[in-house]
């Protein structure tokens, strides 16, 4: 049986397994949660996180040197950035309108006395831009600081390239520990499975059918949302710009989404979804180890969704009405939070608090969605690594033509 069977069949019986003991053995749940599911999962991710750094060194690095012609890399880093800020802003417009049309927070009574959260604080996003050279290489990997340590690869990559024959057994070995984490990612991957169902079975039994049903509106509008999303942009783009069949794209990335929703890690997926693209997209290596792990820091598509929904849910909770204005804000700043937060843990939550407080909206109000967020963390997810596979395709095919075009006139001259 193929891997992304398994994996998609780990994920049904993992939902299921968890939600039967919530309902029909809810006492001991807990400690087949702290025994079982979780320490499985924990597991997985632990064996996936500890290849992540490494493998965006090395891929980033060749990728760069593979390049070689630095207006290519500007050319391509063009591309790529450009894409991810026109699909993260259509995402939240997209989120917008379904929000405000199905007015979620409108249905049910919310407890709004209980309310009791307590906001992080995210760094400025100037901060962020500034931080991304890093003056210490060794702590920005020890930190896994994945924007630092893509910059780093980046420089490397660009001197190995101009430096060429001189740092041909410098290339070799990065050449070499790349295919070293390959194999370590398909060793890893056949623990997939059984790590995908105790994360599941954690993730769903600890939330119950009571929050589900509670939140059930709410929850619907974020998922239909991220459908759109994946089958109109992504589909779209996939279909108009990379002149593909979107079917056979959705088809072939597969196994990476269903990883990517059962870890709820753009990053931890990385190493999977990098391998899908390159094997089954045909996403040339050089340019699939540049945008993914670059995708994976700053394309937040799937957040900026439920930053959108939850902030007209508690607008409308709170009976606040938005103007124009502060909707067109609330685009903005999701759009360039989605680049100024990366790297920071939580943050989702931590972004949709910088969204609110832009429009003056409580933070307070995160309370009502976190209880079920780790759900919806997962989907949102597998959008966001849908969506790196999406512009390293684009990009790929639009390379390809730049490249025909060029042999075309020097056959021509």
Same mark, same amino acid.
């Given at each position: 049986? %193929?891997?992304?069977?398994k /994996?998609? +069949?780990?994920? $049904?019986?993992?939902? *299921?397994?968890?939600? !039967?003991?919530? &309902?029909?053995?809810?006492?001991?749940?807990?400690?087949?949660?702290?025994?079982?599911f979780?320490?499985?999962?924990?597991i997985?991710?632990?064996?996936?996180?500890m290849?992540v750094?490494?493998?965006?060194f090395?891929?980033?690095?060749?990728?760069?040197?593979g390049l070689?012609?630095? %207006?290519?890399?500007?050319? /391509?880093? +063009?591309?790529? $950035?450009?894409?991810? *800020?026109i699909?993260? !802003?259509?995402? &939240?417009?997209i989120?917008?309108?379904?929000?405000?049309?199905?007015?979620?927070?409108?249905?049910?009574?919310?407890?709004?006395t209980?309310?009791?959260?307590?906001?992080?604080e995210a760094?400025?996003?100037?901060?962020?831009l500034?931080?991304?050279?890093?003056t210490?290489p060794?702590?920005?990997?020890t930190?896994?600081?994945?924007l630092?340590i $893509?910059?780093?690869?980046?420089?490397?990559?660009f001197?190995?390239?101009?430096?060429g024959s001189?740092t041909k057994?410098?290339?070799?070995?990065?050449?070499?520990?790349?295919?070293?984490?390959m194999?370590?990612?398909n060793l890893?991957?056949?623990?997939?499975?059984?790590?995908?169902f105790?994360?599941?079975?954690?993730?769903?039994?600890s939330?119950?059918?009571?929050?589900?049903?509670?939140?059930?509106?709410?929850?619907?509008?974020?998922?239909?949302a991220?459908l759109v999303?994946?089958i109109f942009v992504?589909?779209?783009?996939?279909?108009?710009l990379a002149?593909k069949?979107?079917w056979?794209f959705?088809?072939?990335?597969?196994p990476?989404?269903s990883v990517?929703?059962?870890t709820?890690?753009?990053?931890?997926?990385l190493?999977?979804?990098?391998?899908?693209?390159?094997?089954?997209?045909?996403?040339?290596?050089?340019?699939?180890?540049f945008?993914?792990?670059l995708?994976?820091?700053?394309?937040m598509?799937?957040t900026?969704?439920?930053?959108?929904?939850?902030?007209?849910?508690i607008?409308?909770v709170?009976?606040?009405e938005?103007?124009?204005?502060q909707?067109?804000?609330?685009?903005?700043?999701?759009?360039l939070?989605?680049v100024g937060?990366a790297?920071?843990p939580?943050?989702?939550?931590i972004?949709?608090?910088?969204?609110?407080?832009?429009?003056?909206?409580?933070?307070?109000?995160?309370?009502?969605?976190?209880?079920?967020?780790?759900?919806?963390?997962?989907?949102?997810?597998?959008?966001?690594?849908?969506?790196?596979?999406?512009c390293?395709?684009?990009?790929?095919?639009?390379?390809?033509k730049?490249?025909k075009?060029?042999?075309?006139?020097?056959?021509?001259?």
């Open positions: 049986m %193929k891997l992304a069977k /994996i998609i +069949i780990a994920l $049904i019986l993992g939902g *299921l397994t968890g939600l !039967a003991i919530n &309902i029909l053995f809810p006492d001991i749940f807990p400690s087949i949660d702290q025994y079982v979780t320490p499985i999962g924990k997985f991710l632990s064996m996936i996180n290849l750094v490494p493998i965006v090395f891929s980033i690095t060749l990728g760069t040197a070689g012609d630095p %207006k290519k890399l500007g050319r /391509i880093g +063009i591309k790529t $950035i450009s894409f991810f *800020l699909t993260t !802003a259509l995402a &939240i417009t989120a917008l309108a379904l929000a405000i049309v199905f007015e979620p927070g409108k249905v049910g009574d919310f407890n709004l209980s309310i009791n959260y307590e906001s992080k760094p400025p996003i100037s901060d962020t500034l931080n991304i050279i890093p210490n060794v702590k920005a990997f930190e896994g600081n994945m630092q $893509i910059t780093f690869s980046i420089f490397v990559g001197g190995l390239a101009m430096l001189k057994g410098l290339l070799k070995i990065i050449e070499q520990g790349n295919d070293l984490m194999y370590l990612v890893v991957m056949k623990f997939a499975p059984y790590g995908t105790g994360l599941i079975a954690s993730a769903v039994g939330q119950g059918f009571g929050a589900i049903k509670a939140m059930g509106l709410y929850m619907s509008i974020v998922l239909l991220l999303h994946t992504y589909g779209s783009a996939v279909a108009l002149k069949n979107p056979w959705f088809k072939g990335f597969a990476a989404m990517a929703f059962s709820s890690s753009s990053s931890a997926t190493p999977l979804s990098m391998a899908t693209a390159q094997k089954n997209l045909k996403i040339p290596k050089s340019i699939s180890s945008v993914q792990p995708g994976a820091t700053i394309n598509d799937g900026a969704i439920m930053q959108g929904v939850a902030t007209i849910f607008a409308q709170f009976s606040v938005l103007t124009f204005t909707l067109i804000t609330v685009v903005l700043t999701a759009v939070a989605s937060t790297g920071v939580g943050v989702g939550l972004m949709l608090a910088m969204v609110l407080n832009s429009v003056n909206l409580p933070v307070e109000g995160i309370a009502l969605i976190i209880g079920i967020d780790r759900l919806l963390d997962m989907t949102r997810t597998a959008v966001n690594s849908t969506g790196d596979a999406a390293a395709l684009i990009v790929a095919e639009s390379e390809a730049n490249e075009a060029e042999k075309d006139l020097k056959t021509a001259g």
